[in-house]
């Protein structure tokens, strides 16, 4: 695991509980810098290596030769999911920074009933409720890289 993205995230979390910086784009507030949730929000590697790896791309879904154009392999997962626009629902962007009721990513692993399409992963969204718990925690925090 690479320590540099681990210390970012870790550091954009950390803080004196005053409250973090309202997204422009979104009108959401991130949780307070300094709460449980940042404090012990998992690095984008953690969540790659952990979630996203053998769920999205070794499942055979969202690799190099995805004809939908979802690249999950690490090179380019972080950037195919960040204020990305989801390319099924118009409208609709697969990450937003502390926003993770927002995010689609979050909508279609949860299958919420405004979703396009199946739930992630496919077909029956069976994702295990603390890897969605800990997808959320990244997003809330600021889905460092």
Same mark, same amino acid.
Request: hydrophobic share 30%; proline share 10%; aromatic share 4%.
């Given at each position: 695991?690479?320590l540099g993205?681990?210390?970012t995230?870790l550091?954009?979390? /950390?803080?004196t509980g005053t @409250?973090g910086? $309202?997204d422009?784009?979104t009108?959401t507030t991130p949780?307070e810098?300094g %709460?449980s949730v940042?404090?012990?929000?998992?690095s984008?590697?953690?969540?790659?290596t952990?979630i996203?790896e053998? /769920?999205?791309?070794?499942? @055979?879904?969202? $690799?190099?030769?995805?004809?939908?154009?979802m690249?999950?392999?690490?090179? %380019?997962?972080?950037?195919?999911?960040v204020n990305?626009a989801a390319?099924?629902a118009p409208?609709?962007t697969?990450?937003?920074?502390?926003d993770p009721d927002?995010s689609?990513v979050?909508?279609k692993?949860?299958?919420?009933?405004?979703?396009?399409?199946?739930?992630?992963?496919?077909?029956?969204g069976?994702?295990?409720v603390?890897?969605?718990a800990e997808?959320r925690?990244?997003?809330?925090?600021?889905?460092?890289p």
């Amino acid at each position: 695991m690479r320590l540099g993205p681990l210390l970012t995230a870790l550091a954009a979390c /950390s803080g004196t509980g005053t @409250g973090g910086p $309202t997204d422009s784009e979104t009108g959401t507030t991130p949780p307070e810098t300094g %709460t449980s949730v940042c404090t012990s929000a998992p690095s984008f590697d953690t969540v790659y290596t952990s979630i996203l790896e053998p /769920s999205c791309e070794l499942s @055979g879904c969202h $690799t190099s030769t995805d004809v939908n154009g979802m690249n999950l392999t690490e090179a %380019t997962a972080y950037d195919a999911l960040v204020n990305v626009a989801a390319q099924d629902a118009p409208g609709e962007t697969l990450v937003i920074p502390g926003d993770p009721d927002g995010s689609y990513v979050v909508k279609k692993l949860e299958d919420a009933p405004d979703i396009v399409g199946d739930p992630m992963p496919w077909p029956f969204g069976n994702q295990p409720v603390g890897d969605i718990a800990e997808i959320r925690d990244w997003i809330a925090c600021g889905a460092n890289p």
